[in-house]
């Protein structure tokens, strides 16, 4: 009997394990948030109190006393099975009424978002301690914060906020040392917190949306056919953010030089820009000291308060890489510009020019080429999904 050849590889056996096309259930990511918030509180002491404390402090052996606040353990962020709060949690975070449907501007454009209400709420825990850590009277206060965020909400997904770790603070002292006792103090609570959007979904590896099976089971008497299977559009413009192709970070002076150099004088930048390759708490700060005085004194200092996404490039330059990105932020008077930047890293050394640009296009002030003479800028590559070169079937 004769085996035809296209018919070959459907004769040989394939492993049990075989690597093969699977479809997977997993939780998709619609939005991610982290944030910190703060608020601040008047204690007061009862009478009482104040009593224990004044009689403790007339006791010089017991003297300094301290004020000393704890919060509630909040659990780690990983797993995040075991990260939810619980009903018996001394603090908790919900929403409060319906998101509302809003229209907000990003990246030169206008997205469709979703706006929640947020509350977070924790008990905190305050003790008056003597010198040698022996409880001279205690309390118990509540703390709430009230936020509201624009995320990528879509109809069909869940959100899920935690609270990830709550700090307490007296910012005015916590020693008292004489009477009469202070009657009040303040109490700050920072609530560090995580909120995620997600959405059940089915994906078939990498990253593909798996289709779900034809329904080819035949059953008796079918009265309504079942709704078709949708999944809740993603919201790129909002979340996942593209990764930078570049990161930039460290701090560097020089003098300005060259015949494109507004000012003569000393220019020190300071600056951390996609670490861990992402824009998020990026910072850029810029001082100039003049040092030419025949014009008056025109010191200033610059921090950036925006970067933009689509200019930030990076190339190979003198045997090293290129830098560059713009953005807006704020001169130390208060006024608001743009800039660009563009730093050099090399072997030949480290180079940094900036420029800052008014609301009618023109060019204020500009370091020129600025040699670093002390410090040391680092520009380092990106890996993105864009250099990963996928080998097709």
């Given amino acids: ?78 797993p995040l099975s075991s990260s939810c709060h619980k009903k018996d949690d001394d603090f908790f975070c919900e929403q409060i009424g319906e998101k509302r449907d809003v229209i907000v501007p990003l990246n030169g454009d206008f997205v469709e978002a979703q706006l929640v209400d ?87 590896v990498l990253a593909k949306f798996c289709s779900p099976r034809e329904n080819d089971l035949i059953a008796p008497d079918v009265i309504d056919k079942c709704p078709p299977v949708t999944f809740p559009e993603q919201c790129p413009d909002i979340f996942p953010r593209p990764n930078c192709d570049c990161s930039l970070s460290g701090e560097g002076s020089g003098m300005t030089t ?48 925006h970067f933009d996404q689509e200019t930030l490039s990076c190339e190979a330059c003198d045997d090293g890489l290129k830098f560059m990105i713009n953005g807006t932020g704020r001169r130390s008077n208060g006024e608001v510009f743009d800039f660009r930047l563009a730093v050099v890293d090399s072997k030949l050394g480290d180079q940094f020019e900036l ?12 370091t020129g080429t600025v040699n670093v003479i002390d410090g040391d800028l680092t520009v380092k590559d990106c890996v993105t999904f864009n250099d990963i070169k996928f080998k097709r079937p």
């Fill in 118 to 204: 947020l509350l977070f709420t924790t008990d905190v825990k305050l003790q008056v301690v003597d010198r040698h850590g022996h409880v001279v009277t205690d309390l118990k206060c509540n703390a709430s914060v009230f936020e509201s965020f624009v995320l990528c909400f879509p109809d069909g997904t869940d959100l899920f906020c935690r609270i990830t770790k709550i700090i307490c603070r007296i910012p005015s002292g916590t020693v008292l040392l004489n009477c009469p006792a202070p009657r009040s103090f303040q109490l700050e609570v920072t609530f560090c917190i995580d909120i995620q959007v997600e959405a059940e979904v089915k994906l078939e």
């Fill in 1 to 78: 009997m004769s085996i035809k050849k296209h018919d070959k590889k459907h004769m040989i056996p394939k492993a049990v394990n075989s690597l093969q096309d699977e479809c997977i259930r997993v939780q998709k990511v619609y939005d991610w948030v982290t944030d910190t918030l703060t608020v601040t509180k008047m204690i007061d002491f009862s009478k009482d109190q104040l009593q224990k404390i004044e009689a403790a402090m007339e006791n010089p052996n017991r003297r300094p006393l301290r004020i000393v606040c704890s919060t509630p353990k909040t659990p780690p962020l990983f």
């Fill in 258 to 305: 060259g015949a494109d150099a507004t000012e003569i004088g000393q220019a020190a930048l300071l600056v951390n820009i996609c670490d861990n390759c992402s824009l998020t708490n990026s910072s850029l700060k810029f001082s100039f000291r003049d040092t030419d005085t025949s014009d008056g004194i025109r010191n200033f200092n610059f921090i950036a308060n």
């Fill in 355 to 366: 420029h800052l640009i008014d609301d009618e296009g023109e060019v204020v002030f500009n």
